[in-house]
């Protein structure tokens, strides 16, 4: 499987919303470790999901465009 990297600015802000979530959620202090674990755990579990549908997505999107694509620029021949 491939890993999905966050760059460390990325991952710290992810940390810091994991741990703002579980202070405010559920009234709990998670140490820099545990929000990394669960951080890791997430994108480990969650992540090749996400990006395989992050990438349907896009494919739907780009595929659209290109089927107007005819339409848009496509010059009558016979005119």
């Excluded at 470790?33 to 969650?46: N, Q, S």
């Amino acid at each position: 499987m491939k890993e999905i990297p966050l760059s460390p600015e990325r991952r710290e802000a992810v940390c810091r919303d994991v741990q703002k979530t579980f202070s405010t959620k559920f009234d709990e202090t998670l140490s820099d470790f545990r929000a990394g674990e669960i951080v890791d755990l997430m994108l480990k579990t969650m992540g090749p999901a996400v990006y395989n549908q992050a990438v349907q997505d896009v494919r739907a999107h780009l595929q659209g465009k290109l089927d107007d694509l005819d339409g848009e620029v496509w010059v009558d021949e016979s005119a």
